[in-house]
């Protein structure tokens, strides 16, 4: 019997492998993906259950590799020639005796056909067998986006699901399969009862993060717009779906699904005040979901820009007038408050988490309430993947308070963190270079310039200020 493996997070990363993980990401944000794989595949081999590191190295490879498609192609699930390299003899003999090794080579094989149906099937194999069902059902989850034509692993996969009592979900591969194959009798039946098990299910389901998710009362309905929402839409297209959506909605106005998707497409119509206002709405129905919370606050923060964006063309097109101005004041300095007293009720609800402490200390920055935002960016420096931003605004939040020693302490602490000059790195190399011109030290000013003129000639003033000190 194999002892099972704990799928894991960042948090319990080693610190080796956590420096690979936030170079890599930091890769990732230069568009450096093939650079990232290599950086990311002994991460998820030293620790098989970090299964969103997996998920990013899949990206990674897809991306390096020209989003090759597994699996061949085939008709009725027949190969009709053509189609990738499986996994090697070695891997799948390694796989039956010591599927952790396994995990490991099969990600090496990947690396040129990431999305290679029998290899993923093989990871799903190995996860499974050593208990990371989350991983193994990944796994399968990925052949089913990108190689449908698969039937046969498919059909393990909507058995996957029964077994686990995602009966919705192995309806929807059922119904993959019977597009694929419309003889397969046991994938148009197995799509009926599926559904029919679905809608016998409670109309709430609790996740394992205590939230709840209430289930459209039409099992149908939701699927169809699920399978509307993965797909490019016109604008023509979207606004026939908001006016279904908003019909069931009429019907049935505390259904989490139908709001939270009448909330999407509001969102995908850029009309961002009705977005927020049923993303709230779904919020109070999930019974506070997170995620739909963050939504809301994106929703809200959008919204917000575009009003003010309105008011300062009004204005710049007339200047002097008055009542623009106090308007401008008003709306910034109301959405400011409302932005700040988010933010508070945020923490409050969950004062471990250190993104919602640094977007408080963010807000509390620009309201230029510098010794209110300290404490908080303070601890916000807990979370490893915004360590470095962190650092960049707390030095900007020392400076403002005149203390210019410590923002150079900061700055410099979050510049040697970052290996690679990316966007935080060319903006502490370019505020360092100001703390330093404030301090007279020519030497350090001019070198924190032209480290970024070396790398981006375009970036700020950059090139203006070290060509002038020549």
Known sequence: MLDSIPETTESALQANDRQLWLKALSSIQQNNEAYAATLL???????????????????????????KSGGGTK????????????????????????????LGEIEKELNDDPHNAELNDLIHDCAAALGMINTAEYALETVHKHAPENTK???????FYVASKKFTEAAKVYQTIAKEDPTDSTAVKGEKDCMAKA?????????????????????SLRVELEKQSKTGLTKEQLGQRRDQLIAAYNENQNDLGTVQSLAETYEQLDDFPNAYT???????????????????SDMKSKADRINISAVESALAADPTNADLQAQLKELKS????????????????????????YDLGKAYYDAERFGDAIPHLQQAKTNPAIETKVLLLLGQTFDAKGMTDMAIDQLN???????????I??????????LHEKTDNKEKYIECLKEIYSADYGYRDVAQRVESSY
């Open 334 to 357: 109301s959405t400011l408050a409302e932005r700040i007293a988010d933010c508070e009720a945020r923490v409050e609800q969950n004062p471990t988490d250190g993104l919602l402490r």
């Open 199 to 219: 809608s016998m299910q409670s109309s709430t389901e609790t996740a394992a993060d205590g939230s709840v998710n209430l289930k459209m009362r039409d099992d």
């Open 75 to 102: 008709v009725f699930g027949l190969s009709i020639g053509g189609g990738s390299k499986g996994a090697s003899s070695k891997t799948k003999s390694l796989a039956k005796k010591d599927p952790v090794s396994a």
């Open 41 to 67: 595949l002994p991460v998820v081999t030293n620790n098989p259950g970090f299964l969103e590191a997996r998920k990013t190295l899949r990206k990674c490879q897809a991306v390096a590799a020209g989003n």
């Open 153 to 159: 692993i498919l059909h393990k996969l909507a058995n």
């Open 278 to 296: 049923f993303y709230s709405w779904a919020y109070q129905l999930s019974e506070n979901d997170k995620t739909i919370q963050n939504k809301a």
């Open 425 to 434: 790195k060319k903006e502490t190399l370019y505020q360092l270079a100001l």
């Open 413 to 423: 602490n979050a510049n040697e963190r970052i290996v690679i000059m990316d966007g």
